[in-house]
């Protein structure tokens, strides 16, 4: 008699949660618009019986499909992977272990958080990808635990030590989990005082083409950024004539008009994006959590940072507020990779943040080295041509040509003022880049993340003993090229030599 032979366990698959037909039906909104130029063509043609039909066909096409998906889509989380099926007419069987995945961010929108759930990314940097895979909708518990169990099973326990400085203002209620250090949060009050330096011109041009685009179509003026508009709304009072007689009067009162838009859509951004900001230090990853609307959490894996940069504005550096953003491997959404882990705060709340990834900043005593001030010829020529076209076309007759007399002188002021930010300095184990007067940056890149650096040259640096220095590093937006402009020869082959000597070393 020989034994049976050993039944395998079938994996127990699950599937999203059934709010995911929900979420379908709210993505349905943005979708609708695709829908509309074959609605304009059944009007268009007359045929305005089947717009109605055409509507509920095209929602019933789209939930049906919406439930095939969720019904075809199901994963199981093993003891040391996740596996996930999906796929309607093709199937797709995608097995993730955990050692792989190098973060898994949990997101939630205004709808799931009513629902009470949530959207998990795996991301394990393979391909450039943003995630990897996604469960669009699962409960918040499950999502959680599921998160802690790959920590777990990827994760060294890590002792508890003291609390990190936190910043005034921060949430009292709101407690790290056991092992983890809150290092930065934002309160109500910091997020007002972000709000106030969050000055939106970009906002003032788009709620002024809107009042334009309004203006016909309202019983009352709404374009309130123009100072006549204020005398009309007086002749209602009768006091017309006493504005007209003090003129500036209404300038002041569309002055205040731009700075309360400017300031309320600063403030409005600000709270939208980052209300309940925390970041806290995990056994392997620094954690941040933000957002009203839609909830994000997402990892910034500390081996994976490859740079800091601390960005400031003229008018906040006076008040000693900065922006920190890590570069890294891992990504931060569709629109950019580097990682804002301190969205306004002192250097104060800064430097502890940047010690947990190993780099520090330069002492106030440093000295730094200046990029020659050639880097403003670019900008100084095209202000000599702008010059140019402003004198042919008053030459013509054309009175717009005042605008590039006046433009040029300071747009080469301008230039010749922000070449002398242009500054560098090698500190130990890292380069710090400054660059820009209006809106200060500076970067601090340590030696063991360059992997390339091309030494450039040019016609016109060629001759003046001159060089660039381009460095090649991984991860962060295709817009954030670091480099060290004109800087002499001999200076930058040095410089080069030794960069790569450290990373060879590392």
């Known amino acids: 008699m020989t034994?049976?032979?050993?039944?395998?366990?079938?994996?127990?698959?699950?599937?999203?949660?059934?709010?995911?037909?929900?979420?379908?039906?709210?993505?349905?909104?943005?979708?609708?618009?695709?829908?509309?130029?074959?609605v304009a063509a059944l009007g268009f043609t007359g045929n305005w019986v089947y717009i109605v039909p055409a509507i509920l066909a095209f929602l019933l096409i789209s939930l049906l499909a919406a439930w095939f998906q969720w019904l075809r889509f199901r994963f199981f989380v093993g003891e040391g992977e996740i596996v996930i099926e999906s796929g309607v007419l093709s199937?797709?069987?995608?097995?993730?272990?955990?050692?792989r995945i190098q973060d898994v961010s949990i997101e939630q929108g205004l709808v799931s958080r009513a629902l009470g759930i949530a959207k998990v990314g795996f991301e394990t940097g393979a391909g450039g990808k943003e995630n990897d895979a996604i469960l669009d909708a699962i409960g918040l518990d499950a999502a959680q635990a599921l998160r802690t169990t790959i920590r777990a099973h990827r994760s060294e326990p890590l002792a508890v030590t003291d609390a990190a400085p936190t910043t005034d203002g921060a949430a009292a209620?709101?407690?790290p989990v056991a092992g983890d250090r809150l290092l930065y949060a934002m309160g109500l009050r910091r997020l007002l005082v972000a709000g106030l330096f969050n000055f939106s011109l970009a906002a003032l041009a788009v709620v002024g083409a809107g009042m334009q685009f309004f203006d016909n179509l309202l019983p009352f003026d709404f374009n309130i950024f123009n100072p006549m508009a204020w005398i009309r709304i007086a002749e209602g009072y009768g006091l017309d004539s006493w504005l007209l007689a003090h003129r500036w009067i209404a300038g002041v009162g569309a002055a205040i008009s731009l700075l309360f838009i400017g300031f309320a859509s600063g403030i409005g951004t600000m709270l939208f994006a980052n209300w309940d900001f925390r970041l806290t230090r995990e056994p392997r990853a620094l954690r941040r959590t933000r957002g009203l609307t839609t909830r994000t959490d997402v990892a910034v894996p500390v081996k994976r940072v490859q740079a800091a940069i601390l960005v400031t504005g003229w008018f906040r550096k006076r008040f000693g507020w900065h922006e920190l953003r890590l570069q890294s491997l891992a990504s931060d959404g569709e629109k950019e990779r580097d990682h804002q882990v301190v969205p306004f705060g002192r250097l104060a709340d800064i430097d502890p943040v940047l010690a947990e990834v190993a780099i520090a900043?330069?002492?106030?005593?440093?000295r730094w080295q200046h990029s020659h001030h050639i880097v403003a010829m670019g900008p100084v020529i095209g202000a000599i041509c702008a010059m140019i076209g402003g004198a042919i076309a008053l030459y013509l007759g054309n009175a717009v040509g005042w605008l590039g007399l006046i433009a040029a002188p300071a747009i080469a002021m301008i230039a010749l003022v922000t070449a002398?930010?242009?500054?560098?300095?090698d500190i130990g184990d890292l380069v710090a880049i400054r660059r820009g007067w209006w809106k200060p940056k500076m970067t601090l890149l340590p030696h063991a993340s360059v992997q390339s650096i091309d030494l450039e040259?040019?016609?016109?640096?060629?001759?003046?003993?001159?060089?660039?220095?381009?460095?090649?590093?991984?991860?962060?937006?295709s817009l954030a090229s670091h480099e060290i402009p004109a800087i002499p020869l001999a200076t930058a082959r040095e410089l080069r030599a030794r960069i790569l000597a450290a990373g060879a070393r590392s």
Do not use: M, N
Not at 420 to 425: D, G, I
Not at 464 to 469: M, R
């Open 91 to 99: 199937r797709q069987h995608r097995t993730i272990p955990f050692d």
């Open 457 to 477: 040259t040019s016609f016109v640096l060629r001759p003046l003993g001159l060089a660039t220095l381009v460095f090649g590093v991984p991860g962060g937006s």
């Open 173 to 175: 209620d709101a407690t």
């Open 420 to 425: 002398r930010y242009h500054r560098w300095a």
């Open 3 to 38: 034994d049976a032979a050993p039944s395998v366990l079938e994996p127990d698959w699950q599937r999203l949660h059934p709010a995911t037909l929900a979420l379908a039906i709210v993505k349905l909104g943005p979708r609708s618009f695709q829908f509309l130029p074959a």
């Open 361 to 366: 900043r330069p002492d106030a005593d440093q």
